[in-house]
């Protein structure tokens, strides 16, 4: 054999020597890294089972978990991840997304047009104008500067006062506030009743308490004079303006009661008290008020001071305006269904499971999302709109709606919860104790249990991959 033959044939099998050990090498750190990955599943799947699955009032409910690493674009763990449930309040966070993408800077608070003797007002859906929330109303004062006559027409309302799915008999409850172009102190009535201070509690028996409305109303209010009642309590038609009262005991008692809007008709009966002249209703123009193709607006309040109490207290109310809103300011019109419909086609297009969406609140037990759509929408709102900005709106450990939990270590986690009867649900952001980023949604239908221990369930599975990861 010539000393060039033994050099090809040492060459080429050092090469595969080379090649083989490297081989090797891949082929062990690819079986690490999955049983490191299989590992990271079993490890959650038994702190899952311990602070969750092992629970009674859970064992016999559907469960639904996600925890993604946006870092590493890799699911940590999965169960039942891509099956649909009723998220309940977690729905206001696509809600709370339309709103942040769509509705810029600052809320609109109503649009008009004018000429030498009228001003024509076309409604937006704003839920601030004279809310308590807001000590500024620019609307109000734009109506109290004008001398000229007021009219106002609704046409691009395309909605009903409630919404698809809600339980009828909720009416009277204040997180079920009737929808409308233009809500006016929230589409609530605020009841107060008052017993003069110091008087004993024995004269407290044969004493009037006083009662009053915030705003005044003139709708019709009856009493409930033989009914001995320790509350107070207020009553209102299901389908008309009159209230029942019924007196308490109390000191002082109050009570919030949706009204029935019938439009914009509400709205108008309670404004003028306050803009100091009436606004004139039109069911439709007329060749000389023909409507133009640009409209100007009169902006309220900044877009996040809606936003922060609306996932602060769940606001149901605020949700729902919020996405009618957003419909006014994408198709000219305000309609649920047809922004949802058009908001799936193009910027959620590419949820890994496309929901069932049918209001802005979660109040529908009709809506239906997996855990990873939620997932997939808090990356979506992690890249578009930061985490900072996020995290002033979310609720984090100890305040709002999370205000008894996640207190000892908290601003570690900022997530949105939800709570129908059987359902219990919260997807948001968690850091662990490294300062890595999860995002999570944990979803749980159909338990028989306390809703507040399961809620404890969570955060202990929470705090687990905290401190774990």
């Known amino acids: 054999m010539s000393i060039t033959s033994s050099f090809r044939i040492n060459t080429r099998f050092s090469l595969v020597k080379s090649i083989t050990v490297k081989g090797i090498r891949l ?12 590992s990271t599943q079993r490890q959650i799947s038994k702190a899952a089972n311990t602070a969750l699955f092992q629970d009674s009032t859970v064992q016999h409910a559907h469960v639904g978990i996600s925890l993604y690493d946006p870092s590493t674009k890799k699911y940590l763990y999965s169960h039942n991840a891509q099956k649909y449930f009723v998220p309940a309040s977690n729905t206001k966070l696509f809600s709370c997304y339309a709103a942040l993408k769509y509705l810029g800077d600052s809320l609109p608070g109503i649009k008009y047009w004018e000429n030498d003797t009228a ?6 859906g704003d839920p601030s104008l004279l809310h308590t929330d807001f000590k500024k109303n620019p609307v109000i004062d734009f109506l109290q500067k004008t001398k000229k006559s007021v009219y106002i027409i609704d046409s691009n309302w395309k909605e009903t006062a409630l919404g698809s799915g809600w339980s009828w008999n909720d009416y009277n409850d204040n997180y079920m506030a009737e929808r409308s172009a233009l809500p006016v102190y929230g589409n609530m009535i605020h009841w107060v009743q008052e017993i003069a201070e110091g008087v004993s509690n024995e004269a407290q028996e044969d004493q009037t308490p006083s009662i009053y409305s915030i705003p005044e109303i003139n709708w019709k209010v009856r009493f409930n004079a033989g009914i001995q009642r320790k509350a107070f309590f207020v009553q209102r038609n299901r389908d008309e303006n009159v209230f029942m009262i019924t007196e308490g005991r109390e000191k002082k008692k109050e009570q919030d009661v949706p009204f029935v809007t019938y439009g914009v008709q509400s709205a108008l009966e309670l404004l003028p008290d306050t803009i100091g002249k009436q606004i004139t209703y039109l069911a439709e123009l007329n060749k000389k008020q023909k409507q133009p193709v640009k409209l100007s607006t009169v902006y309220s309040q900044p877009v996040d ?5 609306m996932m602060y207290r769940s606001d149901n109310f605020y949700a729902e305006q919020s996405l009618l809103m957003v419909s006014q300011v994408k198709l000219g019109e305000m309609n649920d269904g047809k922004l949802i419909d058009t908001l799936l086609k193009t910027d959620l297009r590419d949820l890994p499971q496309k929901p069932r ?3 802005g609140s979660g109040l529908s037990r009709y809506n239906l999302f997996t855990p990873n759509d939620f997932v997939a929408l808090l ?3 992690q890249q578009e709109f930061g985490m900072k900005r996020l995290q002033a709106i979310l609720p984090t450990g100890g305040k709002g709606t999370l205000s008894n939990l996640y207190k000892q270590d908290s601003n570690y986690i900022f997530a949105k919860t939800g709570t129908l009867s059987g359902v219990v649900a919260l997807s948001g952001y968690l850091y662990t104790k490294k300062n890595k980023l999860l995002i999570f949604s944990v979803l749980i239908n159909n338990h028989t249990g306390s ?3 399961i809620r404890r369930g969570i955060e202990t599975f929470l705090k687990g991959i905290r401190s774990r990861y």
């Open 305 to 309: 001071s809606l936003l922060q109490p």
């Open 27 to 38: 082929f062990a750190l690819g079986f690490l890294l999955v049983f490191a990955s299989c």
């Open 379 to 381: 990356q979506k709102m």
């Open 451 to 453: 809703a507040g221990t």
């Open 119 to 124: 001003l024509y007002l076309v409604p937006t």
């Open 357 to 359: 969406w049918v209001d």
